[in-house]
């Protein structure tokens, strides 16, 4: 199609926590810099690939507590304007 311009497909980041190692490498992905306990953050593929292995887990998003929302809510609110 002439003109048509297509963007690339964007690469999703998943952050995961190595769980065994059995080799430095899995389907020719290097895995030499890692460490069993290493939390490091893959494009979705490699992530998927990882933990259907029994490699990795997924690790959970942190999110603020509450508290911390209620704080943050009321810093905004009574900040002044120059």
């Known amino acids: 199609m002439k003109g048509v ?15 065994r190692k059995l080799a430095n490498a899995l389907n020719g992905v ?13 494009p979705a593929g490699l992530a998927g690939m990882l933990i259907e292995e029994g490699w990795a887990e997924v690790m959970a998003v942190e999110r603020p507590s509450s508290a911390d929302d209620r704080r943050a809510g009321s810093e905004r609110r009574t900040r002044k304007r120059p």
Not at 5 to 19: E, G, K, M, S, Y
Not at 30 to 42: F, H, Q, S
């Open 30 to 42: 290097d895995l030499r810099a890692t460490a069993v306990g290493d939390v490091v953050d893959v």
């Open 5 to 19: 311009i297509f963007a690339p497909r964007a690469i999703f980041q998943v952050r995961i926590r190595l769980t």
